[in-house]
């Protein structure tokens, strides 16, 4: 294809934080570009997001199923590519499922829905109509990340038998729901976020990246949650006991009333010859522990010499030299740029390379709803452990 492929959005709008990272992420590579919206549920707030977006008043709709039958109607020079969904939890499903059917592919915000059936629902038309949804699991496109993957892929630790990841923040430590805030209103609202709180908004991340870097699923838990701000709705902090496949044990946390905490994710994994460290908030640095050798430090965009060159997978998701932060707007941008690149591969009948459908896919999406609901299962059971059923 000699063109950008074409983009519509749902949710978004003025004053919207994440609809503007997904938009800054889409075209930071100069391959996407934004043609329609439906980008609040007030259609005014919709007219005045798109007047700001410079979009033709006519590709401005009042929703999403007005867009998607509007735009599946155009011609197909004409007619956007795909819909990325950013809104709130209880308002993916609904556009992600009309969007296939109608021929689109899809990104959308973690988590994928609000139930696991509607995440199997998904599944089952992404698979029928042959369309692409990426989810953003964002932190799996840092190239540390991806180069701990690899590592821990090539044996490099041996059997892996310790995962320990953590997803502390701080921002919920009040009740804020009731103070105006809206992104926290919407998140303690349990006929909005689903479930759970804090594992449905951020325990999935930190599910996700134990799972994509180590390559092993959990098979069981045991889950205690907590809602430790009074008058909240739904719990705010929780911690998991894990068990992987291959027999490794791992622990989970997740809180929101961390106090003093910003966006701390962080995973260590442990082998039988040694393991590695990553933390969000110094996303350059994978720490290398060997037993009976001096720490490591690979550092991203450098051209080490064998045997530490970096992976492909580093190397194709780093884009500026050593020593310049990539963060969360570059991890951002390189699941959109794998996502574009494996659309533009289907539509001009090649086969994607590996490390462009290195993005997180609807198998992911349920996995993750699988996770809340063992956890709250688990949660709210007197046995200790749960095995994880999807």
Same mark, same amino acid.
């Given at each position: ?53 410079? #979009? ?44 296939? &059917? ?24 992404? &698979? ?82 134990? &799972? ?32 992987? %496949? ?20 962080? #995973? ?12 969000? %908030? ?5 720490? #290398? ?45 390189? #699941? ?43 949660? &709210? ?10």
């Amino acid at each position: 294809m000699k063109r950008k492929l074409r983009m519509g959005m749902v949710g978004g709008g003025k004053d919207a934080f994440i609809g503007a990272v997904h938009r800054i992420a889409a075209f930071m590579d100069g391959k996407i570009e934004l043609v329609c919206g439906a980008f609040s549920i007030d259609p005014e707030i919709s007219r005045q997001s798109g007047e700001d977006l410079f #979009i033709a008043p006519d590709r401005v709709y009042a929703n999403y199923e007005e867009m998607i039958a509007k735009e599946a109607a155009l011609p197909e020079g004409e007619r956007m590519d795909f819909l990325t969904i950013v809104t709130p939890n209880f308002l993916h499903f609904g556009p992600a499922k009309l969007a296939l &059917e109608n021929g689109f592919d899809v990104v959308v915000e973690k988590p994928m829905t609000v139930t696991l059936d509607e995440a199997k629902e998904l599944q089952t038309i992404v &698979e029928k109509t042959g369309r692409t949804l990426c989810l953003t699991h964002t932190y799996s496109g840092y190239p540390m990340v991806k180069q701990a993957k690899a590592m821990v892929k090539e044996g490099h630790f041996g059997k892996i038998r310790k995962i320990v990841v953590e997803y502390p923040q701080g921002w919920l430590s009040r009740l804020s729901e009731r103070e105006g805030n809206a992104g926290a209103a919407w998140r303690a609202d349990p006929k909005k976020s689903g479930l759970s709180l804090v594992m449905g908004d951020i325990g999935t991340h930190a599910a996700h990246l134990a &799972e994509y870097v180590t390559g092993l699923r959990i098979t069981s838990l045991c889950a205690d949650l907590t809602t430790f701000v009074e008058g909240r709705l739904l719990d705010d902090d929780g911690s998991v006991l894990l068990r992987f %496949e291959d027999g490794a044990k791992g622990v989970l946390m997740a809180s929101q009333i961390s106090a003093g905490e910003e966006n701390a994710v962080r #995973i260590r994994i442990y082998g039988e010859k040694g393991g590695l460290e990553w933390a969000n %908030e110094d996303p350059n640095n994978l720490i #290398i522990k060997m037993l009976d050798q001096p720490r490591q430090i690979y550092r991203t965009g450098n051209a080490y010499a064998a045997p530490f060159t970096l992976s492909s997978f580093a190397t194709h998701n780093t884009r500026i030299p050593a020593g310049h932060p990539e963060g969360l707007l570059e991890s951002f941008a390189n #699941i959109y740029r794998n996502f574009a690149a494996t659309v533009t591969a289907k539509r001009e009948g090649r086969v994607p390379k590996a490390e462009e459908l290195d993005f997180p896919s609807v198998q992911d999406g349920v996995r993750g709803m699988a996770f809340v609901q063992n956890v709250v299962k688990s949660n &709210e059971s007197n046995e200790k452990w749960t095995t994880f059923v999807v």
